[in-house]
């Protein structure tokens, strides 16, 4: 008995290891923009979606909760740091925190929607939350600029140190720094007894529930810490550009952060880093060849997405079999 | 304010039109069709072409674009959307999405993005008033007739599904489809039919809507969430839900942005959050929380 335990407690653990090529996906990132300096406003950007995309993976994958609004923490973020920076102090750290916890607390209030209902429900009314958003930012035009977007944001130094630069390599290591620190703790969350529960809950509820799992309650945090983490991502993207426009908000950017999971892999982090990193290259590629009709590639890649089975994706040897 | 009750109930039945599809759709398979928009935009566009290239009459396109879209509907039905009613919701949202994506670029690609014009026949552009003062009831000519044809379409509608056989079969593969394919009922079928039926329908919804929704390469982004708020405020287990749903949701949207126009949408979507809250399952259903 005591060594069955034991064995199954090794099992977890080994799960929960690090593996050397996880060190050398961090070293290679952070050596990015020395590597390829010119493109290092490209390394921020997929730095930020990718953790954009890994707070969606905490609910998606983690806790199976269908959600087509996660822009509206990501925006909500945004424009909270912007705003902080520009009418309180420019200090980014300071900025990032408070954005991070205002998004907490509008992913609490924002969660009571998830908890009841079926998929379609839970689809609505995210959906219809980040709308709610998008709608509030553009008539208050007087706090966000409306449709104009908020102009005039200026940064301070990053921890008193280090200025944003124009070729973005400050921005790049300092969001690059940011995602490591929260992937770290969400790496701890999702292999933690409590990571265990969520998944507990996303393949069986009843069971779940039946088991003793406080479903509503583990519901309600980690759609919390899900929508802080996506406001982190959002308040980086704010302050690493210096501009917050009502785009952060918009249907287009929940479904494209969709996408890249998908792409990626849902219950599994590192799925947000590597789809985020395909998604945007492929934009940068696609979109150099045929720059209106990128929605048109974005949905066939979809489309043959589905058809061909997400698992998948990455194994093409299982392509053209039987389907299991 | 006569009026305005008026617009919203026009308003109402035609989104009743375009969404029911969606709504049978849903309720039959469970299948979450985000790309219910561009069945209506096609038929949209169908009509604009119909008029302008071959100068076929108005009240002739609108049977067209209705069969046209059906068998267009009952094509992808039986070819992409098949293997999908087996797959979870995510990949039926993925799926869905791509295609709507799809259909907006490409419209843009072979039209353009402007903005399209419906050239209404003569006979439908008058207004008619009736009363004065706060009871004035101003009548598009347009919004009667859109009135009338929804209506009847509601009644045949509720007819072929409380009276005859195709409807008691429908409504028996909504109920328990495996139960219904043990009792001979070819449930495939039934929904193919329905299917088309049911995009058909939205076909006709956008050729109708054209003039007042508006049609340019984005109309099913835009439309898609009012559409699935009719279907989840509605309710999937019968027509009646969807049709008050609808009817709310027009007069709140017309009266809304009349009355507080600088809340603009923001009314609409507080309200179906608000109501999703209360019944998740929507506000005309049977069915308990599932």
Redesign the interface.
């Given at each position: 008995m005591q060594n069955a335990a034991k064995d199954f407690q090794a099992a977890l653990l080994h799960k929960a290891r690090w593996r050397p090529w996880e060190f050398a996906v961090w070293l290679v990132a952070f050596a990015l923009p020395l590597l390829v300096p010119s493109h290092s406003l490209m390394v921020n950007e997929i730095a930020i979606v990718a953790l954009f995309a890994m707070s969606l993976d905490l609910i998606?994958g983690y806790a199976g909760i269908?959600s087509?609004g996660h822009a509206a923490f990501f925006g909500f973020g945004a424009y909270a740091a912007a705003l902080f920076a520009k009418l309180v102090m420019p200090d980014p750290t300071v900025g990032l925190a408070v954005a991070t916890l205002l998004s907490a607390a509008l992913g609490a209030v924002a969660s009571?929607?998830i908890l009841?209902?079926?998929?379609?429900?839970r689809?609505?009314?995210t959906?219809?939350?980040a709308?709610?958003l998008l709608?509030?930012a553009?008539?208050l035009d007087w706090l966000t600029g409306g449709a104009d977007g908020l102009q005039g944001v200026v940064m301070g130094p990053v921890l008193g140190l280090f200025e944003f630069d124009l070729f973005g390599r400050t921005a790049a290591w300092y969001s690059l720094s940011v995602v490591l620190i929260l992937f770290l703790l969400m790496r701890r969350i999702v292999h933690s007894p409590f990571g265990a529960t969520l998944k507990a809950i996303r393949d069986n509820r009843l069971r779940a529930m039946a088991i003793g799992i406080p479903v509503a309650s583990r519901l309600v945090t980690i759609y919390t810490l899900a929508a802080a983490v996506a406001g982190a991502a959002g308040a980086l993207l704010a302050q690493t550009t210096g501009f917050a426009s009502l785009d952060v908000l918009a249907?287009d950017r929940s479904?494209d952060v969709?996408?890249m999971l998908?792409i990626g892999g849902?219950g599994w982090l590192y799925g947000g880093i590597a789809g985020a990193l395909v998604f945007k290259l492929l934009q940068d590629w696609l979109s150099a060849v045929t720059p209106?009709?990128?929605?048109?590639w974005?949905?066939?890649?979809?489309?043959l997405?589905?058809?061909v089975g997400?698992d998948r994706l990455f194994k093409p040897w299982t392509w053209f079999g039987r389907r299991a | 304010m006569l009026t305005i009750l008026f617009d919203g109930i026009a308003y109402g039945m035609l989104l009743f039109v375009l969404a029911v599809g969606l709504a049978v759709t849903?309720g039959l398979m469970n299948f979450?069709n985000l790309a219910h928009g561009a069945f209506a935009m096609a038929g949209g566009y169908l009509t604009v072409f119909a008029m302008q290239k071959l100068g076929l009459p108005f009240l002739a396109c609108l049977p067209l674009a209705f069969i046209v879209v059906g068998l267009a509907g009952a094509l992808l039905e039986r070819t992409?959307y098949r293997?999908?009613y087996a797959?979870p919701?995510?990949?039926q949202?993925?799926?869905s999405?791509?295609?709507?994506?799809?259909?907006?670029?490409?419209i843009?690609?072979f039209v353009g993005s402007s903005q399209q014009n419906v050239q209404l026949p003569e006979w439908l552009r008058g207004r008619t008033e009736i009363g004065d003062g706060a009871l004035l009831l101003g009548m598009g000519h347009y919004r009667i007739f859109i009135i009338a044809v929804c209506a009847v379409l509601t009644v045949v509608l509720q007819l072929i599904l409380s009276k005859t056989r195709f409807g008691s079969r429908l409504r028996a593969a909504v109920d328990d489809p495996r139960v219904a394919a043990g009792l001979g009922i070819n449930v495939n079928v039934v929904f193919l039919a329905t299917f088309a039926v049911g995009s058909g329908l939205a076909g006709l919804g956008g050729a109708l809507g054209a003039e007042i929704l508006g049609l340019d390469p984005t109309f099913p982004?835009k439309y898609m969430?009012y559409f699935?708020?009719v279907?989840?405020v509605g309710g999937t287990s019968s027509i009646t839900g969807p049709l008050a749903a609808a009817l709310l949701l027009g007069i709140a949207d017309v009266a809304g942005k009349y009355f507080i126009p600088?809340?603009?949408?923001?009314t609409v979507?507080?309200l179906?959050?608000a109501i999703?809250?209360w019944r998740?399952?929507g506000l005309f259903t049977r069915k308990g929380?599932?």
């Open positions: 998606l269908v087509l009571v929607t009841r209902g079926s998929d379609l429900t689809l609505m009314v959906l219809g939350t709308l709610l709608e509030l553009n008539k249907f479904a969709l996408l998908v849902v209106q009709y990128w929605m048109f974005i949905g066939l890649i979809l489309v997405l589905v058809l997400r | 849903l979450i992409l293997p999908m797959k919701h995510l990949d949202v993925l799926f999405i791509g295609l709507a994506f799809m259909a907006v670029a490409s843009d690609y982004l969430i699935l708020i279907v989840s600088k809340m603009g949408a923001f979507y507080l179906m959050i999703l809250l998740p399952q929380g599932r």
